[in-house]
């Protein structure tokens, strides 16, 4: 909080170092190695039929259960050697996948083909998961205004790299995950090195649980059966490109870069506007677009099939922020690592992929032979994934949404616990927010606000704790500081210091 020069107290956005947005970069490698031409110089595209793609689809579940299995006991090191060596064999699948084509047919365009499958499926699996245990080391704030940031990398990629010519792009997306790779190293030197501010860091800011939550295994399936759902879907039209599809946008590019520019916009809004960033989040802000996106796009004119193909594949670009973001803080609550629930939630993301891909494929053949139209595939898959949803129930579909038990015993001033599980000095902070409460009239929510606000807890915390959306938080926080009259946490605390002795934390 900062004085903003009328006496009100207002937040200031502090931006992470740039380093850590290249996350952004590996992601653009995905979307511009499978939804462009990267075959450019021999005049082929990628398409969900390609043998690169499809072996690259099937080993990229593997990896990531692999990598799962791993993460049941630590977290996969992300020491140079291995960040070097998972973005060069990315860079090097890559240049065998562009390859490929020119290569006349025999054993040796085989051999092309399979290793850039294998290095193309297997090598991005581990960066992403590195770039999540990395993020993961930074506050909860600074993690969710990075990840949504990082599609605008996305963004601004797809609309230059495709436009450059064909020997450049090539050269370039093949560049993207050594240079995402660059990023990763270097924001790993400035955590170890401690170059970062305290602000920006998850454990100087108030958003750790002092206690585990239990782990809902029931739930996680529910909820990776969502994600299995969208990238079905959304995998299954990012391939369709009849001919008359594209007019609107131009080419496959520009759809991404649409859809990374509003996975960017909604991914900040899910942020700062829905309760706890969640699984249940990914449903309420993702389900209706689906289905409307699918039904725009079986209506047939070419425009409504360019803004639905937009929209499936901003679904997915939103889809994957919300799960990583989740995964994060689900991490800190539970005490599992991070690379076992990223890449839980990564193997049935890429599996639905793999099926979405592999089944516009059947699809596509079966209307080019007449058995039955784009409206009636439209329609059995509104059909097929409506009925996926209605089978999870009503529920809330959360890992974990119960606030962690040292959040239920401090959050209020006014608690419930008996005061005897309390310390003198939590009690003497209870009754001095209630003075604090009285004295300024604040309301009840505000009051359970600054019982947190005192106790150093950052706003995710409070979110997550009270079921609150960021906004929510940040405009309570505001309303505490307007009438105390006090712009920054440290006025705010000596407010409550001037009370009275306060005892030992005992």
Known sequence: MQNSGSGTARYTLNIPPLRFFGLGLSFSWAFLMWQSPLGSLSGSASSGSDPVWILSAILSPLIAVLLMLYGKTADIPYRSIVIFFATG?????TVLAAAAPLVPEGTVR??????????????????N???????????????????PASFLVTFFCSLAIPNLPGAVFVATICALPLLSGFCLWASVRALDGKHMPNH????????LYTEKLPFDR???????VVLFMANSVSSFFAFMRPDDTMPMLGNASLVAAAASAASAFVAVAITMFSK??????????????TLAAVALYGMGPAPMRTAAMVVLLYVFMTGSTIMLIYSIKLSRQTRRSVTFLFCGALAFSTIGCLVGGIAEGVVSTAIESGLFSVQTACFALIIVFSCSILLLGRESIDVATTPSSEARLHPKPKATEPQSKKTDREQWIDTRCEEIGSEYGLTNRELEVLGY???????PYIRDALCLSQNTVASHARSI??????????ELLDILESRSEAPSNR
């Open 276 to 289: 706890p960033v969640s699984f249940d989040s990914f449903y309420r802000w993702l389900y209706v677009p």
């Open 110 to 127: 085989l051999v092309f083909v399979a290793l850039g499958g294998i290095l193309t499926g297997a090598a991005p699996m581990v960066v």
């Open 453 to 459: 606000l005192v106790r150093g807890r950052s706003q």
């Open 218 to 224: 029931n739930k996680a399936l529910k909820a990776c």
């Open 200 to 207: 920006h860091l998850a454990t100087s800011e108030g958003d």
């Open 89 to 93: 064999a990315a860079t090097l699948g």
């Open 481 to 490: 500081y307007r009438k105390l009259g006090v712009h920054s946490k440290q």
């Open 129 to 147: 998961t590195l770039w999540a245990i990395v993020l993961a080391r930074l506050s909860l704030r600074s993690s969710e205004i990075v990840i």
